[in-house]
């Protein structure tokens, strides 16, 4: 069955050692005035000002890891609320306090992301880098606050070089149960397992 264009951004599918998935979170700031929005899925990437992330430029340079959430003073209701998503630009109390976000920057996470439709990957690119489409980032869903972001072939699929943020290590059809959407490996936005490469806990340089 052809597989069905539903992106979910990045989601955790297991540890490489076969630890629990909830390993590796780290704490996070998102300025409150940032107008950007950011959903569970989310590739974010380290600010170069103040401690702050940030949505990155492209679906192609370094990320600091995986949005998973936040909490920040909802004016609406009067207190602190956790949310699936960041929806950008949010009244604190005194007008200036920064945000409370969670990241997953563990680089022995394996996740599994869709793949746009502009190409059909095939057995021969795993191990290969990949990018993501950095464009959607603001598209996700408010209601469940998932991401709407997928891997992009189009944004070049490399042999060498370790710019990509991601490597493609397997095809989610070698663990999802026949006919689940994605496991359809002959046609576009199939479902790839890929793990972290181009990850700030992974690089040397400074930011």
Do not use: H
């Amino acid at each position: 069955m052809a597989n069905v264009p539903a992106p979910f951004g990045f989601r955790q599918l297991r540890r490489l050692d076969g630890g629990a998935p909830t390993a590796g979170f780290e704490t996070v700031v998102i300025a409150s005035s940032d107008p950007n929005l950011y959903f569970t899925g989310d590739p974010i990437a380290t600010s170069t000002t103040g401690p702050y992330v940030t949505l990155p430029a492209s679906g192609t340079q370094q990320i600091r890891g995986i949005f998973m959430g936040c909490e920040y003073y909802n004016a609406s209701v009067n207190r602190i609320v956790f949310s699936p998503y960041f929806p950008g630009s949010v009244a604190t109390t005194s007008g200036t306090n920064d945000v409370k976000g969670w990241c997953c920057t563990d680089t022995e996470m394996l996740y599994i992301a869709q793949c746009s439709t502009v190409a059909t990957l095939s057995a021969s690119q795993i191990g290969l880098n990949i990018g993501f489409t950095a464009a959607v980032s603001s598209l996700g869903n408010t209601l469940s606050g998932v991401s709407n972001v997928s891997l992009n072939p189009s944004s070049g699929v490399v042999v060498t070089g370790s710019s990509l943020p991601f490597r493609i290590y397997d095809f989610y059809s070698n663990y999802a149960p026949p006919g689940v959407n994605g496991t359809d490996n002959t046609s576009a936005g199939n479902i790839l397992v890929v793990a972290p490469n181009n990850f700030d806990r992974s690089n040397l340089t400074g930011i």
